[in-house]
């Protein structure tokens, strides 16, 4: 397994990228961040990770390259598009990076790149059994991670209460646009946390996303017996998972 790795985290509205040293989650260079093109189009994104590539001093052949990204991820192909161009639903986007960029690389979800970076790394660093992070942003992202080996491609913000996919009443996205106090929004979470527990029973619940930041907010409101705790790695952790799942950490 190597030590060092580059990690690429793809977003709808910024694509960031560093050296990592995977056997510890520090950044061995500077996060470089390029603004994501304009309508999110696959030859686009990948000429700006190439450009963020290059500032990051360029790739060693024998240097692991993960890279993360808002979609379903299944065997390298995505199979839906969150914040970019449909054109990424159905594309071998592993295949198209990997030619691009002259090497191989790791594919994966950006949930699913937080969620195993905050169980290495973060929050649930000494943690062990069954994992669920949620992301709470302009949707809901999950990833589960089972004592210590992630379970890919959780949509587990799409569950049905209320005769609705609950991450269009629970996000953060929902509580901004519907202008809703912290208690309301909680009672909301409230309900999805409670179902994912009543479902899973999991060890523990990592919450991030922009809005982990302000968790003393609204965690203390809720009710579980699930431990619940905030994301701690903020920004980096796309980076940071994408890194360790490519050198196999």
């Known amino acids: 397994m190597a030590n060092k790795a580059v990690g690429i985290d793809i977003g709808g509205t910024g694509i960031k990228g560093a050296v990592v040293d995977v056997s510890n989650g520090k950044l061995l260079s500077d996060r470089v961040k390029i603004p994501t093109p304009v309508g999110g189009e696959p030859d686009a994104i990948v000429e700006t990770v190439q450009q963020i590539i290059k500032k990051l001093g360029g790739v060693d052949k024998k240097e692991p390259v993960g890279v993360c990204f808002p979609a379903v991820v299944v065997n390298g192909t995505t199979l839906s598009a969150a ?46 059994g069954l994992i669920i992070m949620t992301t709470l942003g302009t949707g809901i992202g999950t990833a589960i991670i089972y004592k210590g080996v992630l379970v890919p491609n959780a949509e587990l913000g799409h569950i049905e209460l209320e005769g609705v996919d609950y991450e269009t009443k629970a996000s953060y996205a929902a509580k901004e646009r519907e202008d809703l106090s912290w208690g309301d929004w909680a009672a909301r979470l409230q309900k999805y946390y409670s179902a994912l527990e009543a479902y899973f029973h999991p060890d523990l619940f990592i919450v991030g996303g922009g809005v982990s930041k302000e968790y003393k907010d609204f965690l203390p409101l809720l009710k579980l017996d699930t431990p619940i705790v905030p994301a701690t790695l903020r920004n980096n952790a796309g980076i940071l998972g994408a890194a360790a799942l490519a050198a196999g950490k």
């Open 83 to 128: 914040n970019v161009s449909k054109s990424w639903i159905g594309l071998e986007a592993e295949k198209l990076f990997e030619k691009s960029l002259g090497c191989d690389i790791r594919f994966v979800n950006d949930a699913d790149a937080a969620g195993y970076a905050e169980t290495l790394y973060g929050a649930a660093e000494k943690a062990k």
